[in-house]
């Protein structure tokens, strides 16, 4: 037991004992729109909490999180560093290790689980422990677009009063006490979408082969399926099918759609899981230059179909080509 020395001021008068409170501290892994973001919780009560009793914890709302209905597992990234996860489980039946996610209101319900642990081969019942930190993750989607810090909660429901003679469960939930992640730690925090766009040639003459190359920048997933369009490419000649080339070529459909009608080429990207955010997508294509030079030169412009429906809007590529 703690020194009479130890105590805070006011706390060494004879058996004045403290409220229970409970305290979690909540932070996320990506602030990218659309991604996987794992969000990692430590978690930890003055009181000792079993899981005979009728407690349980209400964390959230994550406003903008997506995920499915049901049962979460909370070992996201745990592993054998830190089993304090299975502390907690989904519901009065659940298993040890989960939360039960409510997609309507974005919050995870934990109930405590008892002991995986046993002692002379008999297990025995778990109690959440006064000042141990009992860390969990798990995961969710991020909305697709822009989304600030969510304004997480933590209610503790269930707790027994028996300090008027016979335990009595309080009506009221117990707020608990709440630390988020700062600045784009802070969980749903989601910058906004961008795309940025080069393009440069290799030959300015007129009527000679031209390689044009592109480069492509962004802060989200561009996964299997994105399309872009390079519009406004006004004077060039190409064949309905286009060979790609260059750094990214294969991570690209073997080659790209040209319409000669609307002057605009249609490139697939073709790899799987695709281009992870802020990696350039380069790649080369050849068109034959106009037969005369141009009064002036072209400036490409550049827009996504993106398979979550990320919107990244259409932006003027950086170069001019085609003069």
């Not at 039960?100 to 002991?115: I, Q």
């Not at 988020?180 to 040639?201: K, M, N």
């Amino acid at each position: 037991s703690p020194s009479v020395r130890s105590l805070a001021d006011g706390d060494q008068l004879p058996l004045n004992v403290h409220a229970p409170a409970v305290s979690v501290t909540v932070q996320q892994s990506t602030s990218t729109a659309g991604s996987s973001n794992v969000i990692s919780a430590t978690l930890a009560t003055t009181s000792r909490l079993r899981s005979q009793s009728s407690v349980y914890f209400k964390l959230g709302p994550f406003t903008g999180a997506i995920a499915p209905d049901g049962p979460m597992s909370l070992g996201f990234n745990q592993g054998q560093i830190n089993s304090t996860y299975l502390a907690f489980k989904s519901g009065a039946n659940g298993v040890p290790g989960t939360g039960h996610w409510n997609s309507s209101t974005a919050t995870l319900t934990l109930f405590v689980a008892p002991s995986l642990t046993s002692v002379g081969g008999s297990a025995y019942v778990q109690y959440l422990d006064a000042g141990t930190n009992y860390a969990f993750s798990f995961i969710v989607q991020n909305p697709t677009c822009a989304h600030s810090c969510a304004a997480v909660q933590l209610q503790v429901y269930g707790l027994e009063n028996s300090c008027d003679g016979e335990p009595k469960v309080c009506p009221q939930p117990l707020a608990g006490s709440v630390v988020l992640g700062s600045d784009l730690l802070c969980p749903i925090t989601v910058q906004p979408p961008y795309l940025t766009a080069f393009i440069s040639e290799s030959n300015s003459l007129a009527g000679c082969s031209n390689t044009l190359t592109v480069s492509i920048v962004s802060n989200v997933w561009l996964p299997f399926g994105t399309n872009f369009t390079i519009s406004g490419l006004k004077g060039a000649q190409m064949d309905a099918s286009v060979a790609l080339s260059g750094q990214d070529g294969p991570l690209v459909v073997g080659g790209a759609d040209w319409s000669s009608a609307s002057a605009s080429l249609v490139v697939k990207v073709s790899y799987e899981p695709g281009i992870e955010p802020v990696r350039p997508l380069v790649f080369s294509f050849k068109a034959l230059n106009p037969s005369s030079p141009q009064s002036a030169a072209v400036q490409p412009m550049i827009s996504v179909n993106h398979p979550q429906s990320i919107k990244l809007g259409m932006a003027t590529m950086v170069g001019s080509i085609l003069q």
